[in-house]
């Protein structure tokens, strides 16, 4: 195993077939500042909410709402359940994505993400970029796709194989988008913002989802390798479906770290820094990670939804007052996402240096 290039020039699921325990090279290590316990830990006690259930007009929409408020101003995640999206739909996608992770090397590779096999493009198959040579890196593969705005597809990157995966993603996408929207509703029903469509709108025309299906493999080393560094997503939000069988998602508050639950056919739902900025810390984007498993290989489909990157994001002027002044800048969507892989990579928070 020799320089950092030859190293990332394989993905972590050809290293996790090569390596025996004491080969893990250097750059996978979790060193000094940071959290040594990468051991399981307590499940944490997030609410499961019922997105129906926030719709209906009795009683019990007022108690699910309580309970949304509840977890968006602390864990930033949640569990959702009656969402509508069928599970057939869920299970075709995990089954779709496990499948494509299953192919032969030389297929998979045919999406990469490095253009000549060396300059880094976002969407595609591969890892995160290596920004420096200090960069603690990650157990996991991924493959990344725009899908919407629909027209900005790039279709060349979606694989063929699984024979159904591109129409599962689409799928998957449109019954997800139905989901963030009626989300994002009463998100701004709970703040009492005079527009319930005030942050759907703020989306734009030209806001951009992504799917990232990552793949994290067994890993030798758990106790000293991430699969996901710690990180708040840079987004609005993002609709997570986790493997039904294998844990790993940690989430921070109070300066522990938690396990998040698995509850199969649900969806977990995480609030990123965009939400955090618009509802003017409100509503919390939680730090999490993902751990590795020795034993066991793990598989989850993200979708993450942005405000056009060409808008600009503030905290909400409705949200503000004597009491509560500003307290973020405003910032343009592209210049945030640029600085949050910047952060990223060295394992610090882009949402920190907009604090007013
Ligand atoms: O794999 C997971 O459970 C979480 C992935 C995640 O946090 C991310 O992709 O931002
Ligand atoms: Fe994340």
Known sequence: MGSMGEERAMTVQELANVLGKPDMPAQYMVRGHHDQQLAAAIAAPIPVIDLCCLFTEDGAAT?????????????????????????????DMMIASRGFFKRPLEDKKRYTNLIGGEEFQFEGYGNDQVRSPD???????????KVEPEDERRIALWPT?????????????????????????????LLQLHDDDYF???????????????????????????GLKPHCDGTVL????????????????????????????????????????????????????????????????????????????????QLIDE???????????????????E?????????DTLQI
């Open 63 to 91: 108690d699910e709402a309580s309970k949304l408020r509840a977890a968006l101003e602390s864990w930033g995640l949640f569990l959702l359940s009656n969402h509508g999206v069928e599970t057939t739909i869920m299970d």
């Open 135 to 145: 960069q603690i890196l990650d157990w996991s593969d991924r493959l990344y796709l």
């Open 161 to 189: 194989h699984p024979e159904n995966f591109r129409d599962i993603l689409h799928n998957f996408t449109i019954k997800c988008g139905g989901v963030k929207d009626n989300l994002l509703r009463a998100m701004a029903k």
């Open 200 to 226: 759907v709108d703020q989306l734009g025309e030209k806001a951009e989802t992504n799917v990232r299906c990552s793949y994290y493999p067994e890993c030798p080393r758990p106790e000293l390798v991430f």
């Open 238 to 317: 993002t609709l997570l479906m986790v493997d039904d069988s294998v844990g790993g998602l940690q989430v921070l508050r109070d300066g522990v770290w938690w396990d998040v639950p698995i509850v199969p056919h649900t969806l977990l739902v995480i609030i990123g820094d965009q939400t955090e900025i618009m509802s003017n810390g409100f509503f919390k984007s939680p730090v999490h990670r993902v751990v590795t498993n020795a034993k066991k290989e793990r598989l989850s489909v993200a979708l993450d939804y942005s405000v056009d990157h060409e808008r600009e994001i503030e905290p909400s002027a």
């Open 323 to 341: 009491k509560r002044p500003a307290l973020y800048m405003k910032v343009k969507v592209k210049d945030y996402i640029a600085g949050l892989y």
């Open 343 to 351: 952060h990223f990579s060295q394992g610090t928070m882009v949402i």
